[in-house]
């Protein structure tokens, strides 16, 4: 059985500053270097959307609305994947999830509140 738990959201006023963490278990955790890892959200009343993924052996890419804004990364020691959002806008408020795929599964977390206010 394979885990992703999100953690680090909350409030903050545009322009701050919050970073993500999803710490990876289960059975996948051994080969967690091997395997892609993402983090979308989802705003209210809007479809999830992609915000940053590492590939395996190739550099991030990000969505265009966060380039230059939001650094993703990942701690294979720690099975553990980040996402560092800075100079935040009331339109980066969603709920984020972290995704992890292995091989023909996807796995996601719980998600985590984002909250920008203006």
Do not use: H
């Given at each position: 059985?394979?885990?992703?738990v999100e953690s680090g959201g909350g409030l ?13 278990s289960g059975n996948i955790s051994r080969i ?63 709920v984020y999830y972290c995704n992890l795929k ?17």
């Open positions: 059985q394979v885990q992703l903050v006023q545009a322009g701050g500053s919050l970073r993500l963490s999803c710490a990876v967690f270097s091997s395997n892609t890892v993402a983090w979308y959200r989802q705003a209210p009343g809007k479809q999830r959307e992609l915000v940053a993924v590492i590939i395996r052996g190739s550099n991030p890419n990000y969505a265009d609305s966060v380039k230059g804004r939001f650094t993703i990364s990942r701690d294979n020691a720690q099975n553990t994947v980040y996402l560092q959002m800075n100079n935040l806008k009331p339109e980066d408020t969603a292995a091989g023909p599964y996807f796995y996601w977390g719980q998600g985590t509140q984002v909250t920008v206010s203006s």
